[in-house]
């Protein structure tokens, strides 16, 4: 898919020391993949910013589907993301591939029905966690195990769960006693996972439909593109 942008600076409640924080919202997407891959992202940047410079991008009431992977290529930087009412229906652990340094991440008001216990195996700095207004039926008891910087976690308004924890603030319920409920509630209920070789067949076919869809649109932008201003490319 790519993205089309609109960057601005913009203070924020938790912005150390007054320093605005540069962000980008995103005000279209074309070419929606079916894996919801990023293959670029387009727009004019405030003088003197790079893609690098972004630390909190917000996509808004998309028709995705899928969540925006690899988007961390294209802003290495980024610390917070939202991706709000975009109808994504299921999560996997390829989606938060580079989210290394991302600390925030809020999904609210899509279709998520459930949590596998790998999902957040690529993003383990994560601070605060929002799925509020989805449609959460089933959590991995070892789905938050690994976060151990989590310290908000919105799990509001769902199917089978209507909870939230905040260890910012006084609140009754802890991360740990979270983590217990989820091990009662769903425990003894996995989540049907692929076999090892079905899930290496889908890394593999993954790639090559990755590799195709990147070299005809690179071959397709030599003539739409011409003359458009492209920012940061990979």
């Given at each position: 898919?790519?993205?089309y942008?609109?960057?601005?600076?913009?203070?924020?409640i938790?912005?150390?020391?007054?320093?605005?924080?540069?962000?980008?919202?995103?005000t279209?997407i074309?070419?929606?993949?079916?894996n919801?891959?990023?293959?670029g992202?387009?727009?004019?940047?405030?003088?003197?910013?790079t893609n690098?410079?972004?630390?909190?991008?917000?996509?808004?009431n998309?028709?995705?589907?899928?969540?925006?992977?690899?988007?961390c290529?294209?802003?290495?930087?980024?610390?917070?993301?939202?991706?709000?009412?975009?109808?994504?229906?299921?999560?996997?652990?390829?989606?938060?591939?580079?989210?290394?340094?991302?600390?925030?991440?809020?999904?609210?008001?899509?279709?998520?029905?459930?949590?596998?216990g790998?999902?957040?195996q690529?993003?383990?700095?994560?601070?605060?966690?929002?799925f509020?207004?989805?449609?959460?039926?089933?959590i991995?008891?070892?789905?938050?195990e690994?976060?151990?910087?989590?310290?908000?976690?919105?799990?509001?308004?769902?199917?089978?769960?209507?909870?939230?924890?905040?260890e910012?603030?006084?609140?009754?319920?802890?991360?740990?006693?979270?983590?217990g409920f989820?091990k009662?509630?769903y425990g003894?209920?996995?989540?049907?996972?692929?076999?090892?070789?079905t899930?290496?067949?889908?890394?593999t076919?993954?790639?090559?439909e990755?590799?195709i869809?990147?070299?005809?649109?690179?071959?397709?932008?030599?003539?739409?593109?011409n003359?458009?201003?492209?920012?940061?490319?990979?």
């Open positions: 898919m790519e993205l942008c609109d960057f601005s600076n913009y203070l924020s938790t912005s150390i020391d007054d320093e605005p924080i540069y962000k980008c919202i995103v279209g074309k070419r929606i993949a079916e919801g891959r990023v293959l992202v387009f727009g004019h940047h405030v003088p003197g910013k690098k410079d972004v630390q909190a991008i917000t996509i808004f998309q028709q995705l589907k899928h969540f925006p992977r690899y988007i290529s294209f802003f290495p930087n980024l610390r917070s993301i939202s991706v709000i009412g975009c109808e994504i229906e299921a999560l996997s652990p390829f989606d938060f591939i580079g989210f290394e340094d991302v600390e925030k991440l809020l999904l609210n008001g899509n279709k998520i029905t459930k949590l596998p790998d999902v957040f690529y993003a383990k700095n994560l601070e605060s966690v929002s509020f207004n989805n449609r959460i039926e089933h991995d008891e070892m789905t938050f690994d976060l151990k910087k989590l310290k908000y976690l919105n799990l509001k308004m769902n199917a089978t769960i209507d909870l939230c924890v905040n910012f603030a006084h609140v009754r319920m802890s991360m740990d006693q979270l983590k989820i009662i509630k003894g209920r996995k989540i049907e996972d692929e076999t090892k070789m899930r290496k067949l889908s890394e076919l993954e790639f090559l990755n590799f869809e990147s070299s005809r649109m690179l071959f397709e932008d030599d003539f739409k593109y003359g458009t201003e492209v920012v940061d490319r990979n």
